[in-house]
């Protein structure tokens, strides 16, 4: 079972477990799975290093869960309400040598969400101080927190059943589409500054989320030789950062470079003899410019002249049936050249076919089919 941290729905006891089912990434992402990979959210955990003296890394995991319960939404009773769909997380726990838990979660909620899960622990000690139940109370205060220039909220939560007392300190915090939850149970008002670094050092961890996605992961994204007819080989494979990838003229004639943002990777195939005819290149890039553009060139200015004065035109080109975004172009050059732009997630796959004498439509459909197969491999 992969875990995330949920307050459970059993009232008036709020203690937190760790709940839900969960499955793991799939090949090609489940509805819903929009804002962060699990790999993603992974790069923003704590390390062991990064943690205080006396912790030992003790477990996590990372995937896609279907209906996760929303942290906090049953802080005040009642029962936990659910997110629709299948949300991406990671999550990791570390144990203290004095017996203590700090558990940290990040789960791709959406921003909207995920401010309202900080609304939960902050509305708890106004809305819901004090709640009894058979033979025990819960009482929850604020937890004050230091800046963290994140939207965020603590809550210090005491549960009593008979002389028996424990206490968690949470804090929720909002970083864009990420929900971020950091839980230390079997707590102690002597660990609570403690707990306070931890957090500081956890949001400041969550900046990593964004980071640009390493080569190595992106090369999954890239087409290989069994995905092609027999006798090509391979020209080139390593990584670019510029060149003529994720650009395209404006109706101007002026080229323009939509990213990547970081190293993109490439790899080029060719028959056994000539020149490469089949390239492609896998990078990030945060907004669809290049997709917008090659829309836009299509639909209103399919025939430009560049600064150098070469006439250049293009046509339609047929994209393969998916539910992610692909824009297909063919450019009426001496060879043609079919190229298919394809977006998964911030990853975009920039696909040319240069169409020699005796290269058909149904080959380069088939090659742009094979990448979008591809480009999913990242996220594995």
Same mark, same amino acid.
């Given at each position: 079972?992969?875990?995330?941290?949920?307050?459970?729905?059993? @009232?008036?006891?709020?203690?937190?477990?760790?709940?839900?089912?969960?499955?793991? =990434?799939?090949?090609?992402?489940?509805?819903?799975?929009?804002?962060?990979?699990?790999?993603?959210?992974?790069?923003?955990?704590?390390?062991?290093?990064?943690?205080? =003296?006396?912790? *030992?890394?003790?477990?996590?995991?990372?995937?896609?869960?279907?209906?996760?319960?929303?942290?906090?939404?049953?802080?005040?009773?009642?029962?936990?309400?659910?997110?629709?769909?299948?949300?991406? /997380?990671?999550?990791?726990?570390?144990?203290?040598?004095?017996?203590?838990?700090?558990?940290?979660?990040?789960?791709?909620?959406?921003?909207a969400k995920a401010a309202e899960v900080v609304g939960y622990l902050a509305a708890a000690p106004r809305k819901c101080p004090s709640l009894t139940g058979v033979g025990e109370t819960t009482k929850q205060t604020r937890l004050t927190?230091? =800046?963290?220039?994140?939207?965020?909220?603590?809550?210090?939560?005491?549960?009593?059943?008979?002389?028996?007392?424990?206490?968690?300190?949470a804090v929720a915090v909002a970083y864009g589409n990420a929900s971020a939850v950091f839980e230390e149970n079997g707590a102690t008002a002597g660990t609570q500054a403690r707990f306070l670094k931890i957090v500081k050092a956890g949001?400041?961890?969550?900046?990593?989320?964004?980071?640009?996605?390493?080569?190595?992961?992106? $090369?999954?994204?890239?087409?290989?030789?069994?995905?092609?007819?027999?006798?090509?080989? @391979?020209?080139?494979?390593?990584?670019?950062?510029?060149?003529?990838?994720? *650009?395209?003229?404006?109706?101007?004639?002026?080229?323009?470079?939509?990213?990547?943002?970081?190293?993109?990777?490439?790899?080029?195939?060719?028959?056994?003899?000539?020149?490469?005819?089949?390239?492609?290149?896998?990078?990030?890039?945060?907004? *669809?410019?290049?997709?917008?553009?090659?829309?836009?060139?299509?639909?209103?200015?399919?025939? @430009?002249?560049?600064?150098?004065?070469?006439?250049?035109?293009? *046509?339609?080109?047929?994209?393969?049936?998916? =539910?992610?975004?692909?824009?297909?172009? $063919?450019?009426?050059? $001496?060879?043609?050249?079919?190229?298919?732009?394809?977006?998964?997630? %911030?990853? /975009?796959?920039?696909?040319?076919?240069?169409?020699?004498?005796?290269?058909?439509?149904?080959?380069? %459909?088939?090659?742009?089919?094979?990448?979008?197969?591809?480009?999913?491999?990242?996220?594995?």
């Amino acid at each position: 079972m992969r875990r995330i941290l949920a307050l459970t729905g059993m @009232v008036p006891i709020l203690l937190a477990t760790l709940a839900g089912v969960a499955t793991a =990434d799939r090949t090609v992402p489940p509805p819903g799975n929009d804002y962060f990979t699990s790999a993603q959210l992974s790069r923003g955990l704590l390390t062991p290093a990064k943690m205080p =003296d006396g912790y *030992t890394a003790s477990g996590g995991s990372a995937g896609s869960q279907y209906n996760p319960l929303v942290y906090g939404s049953n802080v005040c009773g009642g029962y936990a309400s659910e997110v629709w769909g299948s949300v991406t /997380y990671a999550s990791k726990r570390f144990v203290n040598k004095d017996g203590s838990t700090v558990d940290v979660s990040i789960t791709a909620l959406g921003s909207a969400k995920a401010a309202e899960v900080v609304g939960y622990l902050a509305a708890a000690p106004r809305k819901c101080p004090s709640l009894t139940g058979v033979g025990e109370t819960t009482k929850q205060t604020r937890l004050t927190l230091p =800046d963290l220039g994140v939207t965020s909220a603590g809550l210090i939560t005491v549960n009593q059943v008979g002389s028996v007392s424990r206490r968690r300190h949470a804090v929720a915090v909002a970083y864009g589409n990420a929900s971020a939850v950091f839980e230390e149970n079997g707590a102690t008002a002597g660990t609570q500054a403690r707990f306070l670094k931890i957090v500081k050092a956890g949001v400041k961890a969550l900046k990593k989320i964004n980071d640009p996605t390493p080569a190595a992961q992106l $090369k999954r994204g890239l087409i290989e030789l069994a995905d092609l007819p027999k006798g090509h080989r @391979v020209v080139t494979d390593g990584t670019v950062s510029g060149g003529d990838w994720f *650009t395209e003229y404006d109706c101007s004639g002026k080229l323009v470079r939509y990213g990547p943002r970081g190293t993109a990777v490439e790899r080029s195939f060719a028959p056994d003899k000539g020149a490469a005819t089949i390239r492609m290149a896998v990078g990030s890039i945060e907004s *669809t410019g290049i997709v917008d553009a090659i829309r836009k060139r299509l639909s209103e200015c399919p025939a @430009v002249t560049d600064q150098s004065g070469i006439r250049r035109t293009s *046509t339609y080109f047929s994209a393969p049936a998916t =539910d992610i975004t692909v824009v297909a172009i $063919k450019y009426q050059d $001496k060879p043609a050249v079919a190229r298919a732009v394809i977006v998964y997630r %911030d990853w /975009y796959a920039d696909v040319r076919v240069t169409m020699t004498a005796g290269t058909t439509t149904e080959q380069v %459909d088939a090659i742009f089919t094979a990448a979008v197969t591809r480009i999913f491999a990242v996220n594995t």
